[in-house]
């Protein structure tokens, strides 16, 4: 079993939806919570990270997670056809009883999003 | 502002045969990372550096070498390339402020094919 699961899609979408992107994890070590977008032959960029629980908003993107569940999630609203790429959550344990993580990431598999006009 | 720079960007290999990846980072960061990635695979960790002179193994070091002789470079090779090395390469860097928010700032790849 992988430590972070997310389902590869691809998810189609017509412009103006609200898409809705997640992640299931299995490592209670896990504090940091990120989400990186990939455009096609491109390298993966950070969208948004939160840290433990809770919810963050930035533009039309909102980042949520659940500690309880072991459930991250990525909202979309108004989406549009430049939201068009891979969406690859990641996490960290960040600092533990261990040392630090030195930002050595867990990926998902990325889900493929198209946002068709 | 080149950020991470990856040589070479494509490259076709046969079984068995040598070849070193370069990565270059003009951020000035002390961490590097090489991933690869692979269909419904997502990016893997094969090995990172936290500091000129150091390295350490990943999630997938398996046939592959590393080396950061210059705090800017890190440089992966395969010393005996295998068709299950066809992937795409991706170097990594992040600053040692802020390791573990995830800001890791990522090449362009390098598409590598082993026959």
């Known amino acids: 079993q992988k430590e972070v699961e997310q389902d590869p899609g691809p998810l189609s979408v017509p412009e103006g939806a609200i898409v809705s992107l997640n992640c299931t994890y299995s490592?209670?070590?896990?504090?940091?919570f990120m989400w990186y977008r990939q455009y096609s032959r491109k390298g993966p960029e950070l969208l948004m990270y939160?840290?433990?629980?809770g919810n963050k908003e930035d533009g039309r993107f909102t980042a949520q997670v659940d500690k309880s569940s072991k459930y991250i999630s990525l909202f979309i609203r108004d989406s549009q056809p430049s939201d068009s790429a891979t969406y690859l959550c990641?996490?960290?344990?960040?600092?533990?009883?261990?040392?630090?993580?030195?930002?050595?990431?867990?990926f998902g598999q990325g889900t493929i999003l198209t946002v068709h006009p | 502002n080149a950020g991470v720079t990856q040589t070479p960007k494509f490259r076709v290999l046969k079984t068995g045969q040598s070849m070193t990846l370069l990565c270059a980072q003009d951020?000035?960061?002390?961490?590097m990372y090489w991933y690869r990635q692979d269909p419904g695979m997502g990016l893997r960790l094969i090995h990172y550096?936290?500091?000129?002179?150091?390295?350490a193994k990943g999630e997938v070091p398996d046939g592959y070498n590393v080396s950061r002789l210059k705090k800017q470079n890190f440089l992966l090779g395969l010393e005996s390339a295998a068709p299950s090395q066809t992937s795409v390469y991706f170097c990594?860097?992040?600053?040692?402020?802020?390791?573990?928010?995830?800001?890791?700032?990522f090449g362009e790849g390098s598409r590598l094919t082993v026959l």
């Open positions: 990594a860097s992040s600053s040692s402020f802020r390791p573990n928010t995830g800001e890791l700032f």
């Open positions: 490592n209670s070590a896990f504090q940091y």
């Open positions: 939160t840290y433990s629980s």
């Open positions: 990641a996490m960290s344990g960040g600092l533990n009883a261990g040392g630090t993580s030195y930002g050595k990431l867990t």
């Open positions: 951020m000035n960061h002390e961490y």
């Open positions: 550096s936290v500091g000129e002179g150091t390295t």
